[in-house]
């Protein structure tokens, strides 16, 4: 029989949310009581032993992993396909630039915009944040770094999570030009295509969602940075 410590509201909210994570020291907790296989419990103590951690933690994640992501991805409805890495790599070297944009623009994008209909009912900044947010932990395509250019810090897009912290606060750069500016960075190991794809598809994703969004980007062969532009609203 296993016995944890399941947590009541802690990075759930991260994600799920949307609001920064409470402190590790500060977080509620219920105790849950359930049966497992003896197997099963091996398991989850050897991997708490590797990964230096306590049951409890790794069985946090573990569920915080399903019920933000996995849940959503692991039937045949699911719009998401796992493939390896050099195949992806291999397809990638096929497809003209050109035709990545038309690709994003007519599937890829919409994809996603429904995924995020459906996950949080809105396509917004917020939102699409949260949703790179989700690709960049758990989809293996890249670490995705999403901060504030120039320093500055978002009244009306607003926005925290596990890696990026948006606190709304402001500072007397705001709004240079009527536009908030951003860089969002991209790193990975799939080649330079990739970088394009990368790129594009972030791009895309929040011009064709937010109006007035302007977005520019630059590439290499293992990163790609957006630097995006948003209209502030004026009260």
């Not at 994809?111 to 690709?135: G, M, Q, S, T």
């Not at 951003?182 to 794809?197: D, N, P, Q």
Request: hydrophobic share 35%; proline share 3%; aromatic share 10%.
């Amino acid at each position: 029989m296993g016995r944890f410590l399941i947590d009541a509201n802690p990075n759930f909210d991260a994600i799920m949310g949307g609001e920064q994570p409470v402190d590790e020291l500060q977080r509620k907790t219920v105790t849950r009581t359930f049966r497992i296989d003896e197997d099963m419990s091996a398991l989850i103590e050897s991997a708490a032993r590797r990964g230096n951690t306590t049951q409890t933690n790794l069985l946090n994640e573990i569920l915080l992993q399903y019920f933000s992501w996995s849940q959503y991805i692991i039937n045949h409805d699911s719009p998401f396909l796992v493939i390896g890495s050099q195949t992806n790599i291999a397809l990638q070297e096929l497809i003209e630039d050109e035709k990545i944009e038309k690709t994003l623009r007519e599937i890829s994008n919409q994809e996603a915009r429904d995924f995020i209909r459906y996950r949080w009912r809105k396509v917004n900044f917020r939102n699409i944040v949260r949703f790179l947010n989700l690709l960049s932990l758990y989809a293996n395509i890249g670490n995705i770094r999403i901060s504030p250019a120039n320093n500055n810090h978002d009244n009306n897009h607003g926005m925290g999570n596990n890696n990026h912290s948006f606190n709304g606060a402001g500072n007397g750069n705001n709004g240079a030009n009527g536009f908030e500016s951003y860089e969002i960075a991209v790193r990975h190991h799939l080649g330079r295509k990739w970088s394009t794809f990368m790129a594009l598809y972030i791009t895309t994703l929040f011009t064709s969602s937010i109006p007035g969004a302007e977005a520019t980007y630059d590439i290499s062969r293992e990163s790609c940075f957006v630097d995006l532009k948003l209209p502030v609203k004026q009260s």
